[in-house]
Nanobody
Framework: QVQLVESGGGLVQAGGSLRLSCAAS????????MGWFRQAPGKEREFVAG????????YYTDSVKGRFTISRGSAKNTVYLQMNSLKPEDTAVYYC???????????????????WGQGTQVTVSS
């Protein structure tokens, strides 16, 4: 079992920045690929960014490339999402998710992830 807790959301003006954090309970955190998803009101949950277990590979949806950066903490069981140049359309609840590396799965597919956090709200005002 893996417990995930997100933090760092809030209200920010367009063009601003936020850094989301996801703290994982697993002692074998290195055995999980990680992802960030978001869900806006009335929309489906969508992939935002993913990172491999060793941090060597990262993946982004097109709409956030060049603005968002996913990373893993070097000493802690934490994954970060640095969000710059935020836009009103980035407004959503952001979720952290964990995917066991034992399986070859699609980072972009939410069904690939076995564990989810409770989400953190990000609101970008225009």
């Amino acid at each position: 079992q893996v417990q995930l807790v997100e933090s760092g959301g809030g209200l920010v003006q367009a063009g601003g920045s936020l850094r989301l954090s996801c703290a994982a309970s697993a002692r074998t955190f290195r055995n999980y690929n990680m992802g960030w998803f978001r869900q806006a009101p009335g929309k489906e949950r969508e992939f935002v960014a993913g990172i491999s277990s060793n941090g060597g590979s990262t993946y982004y949806t097109d709409s956030v490339k060049g603005r968002f950066t996913i990373s893993r903490g070097s000493a802690k069981n934490t994954v970060y999402l640095q969000m710059n140049s935020l836009k009103p359309e980035d407004t959503a609840v952001y979720y952290c998710a964990a995917m066991p590396i034992a399986y070859v799965r699609d980072y972009y597919d939410r069904t690939s992830y076995d564990y989810w956090g409770q989400g953190t709200q990000v609101t970008v005002s225009s």
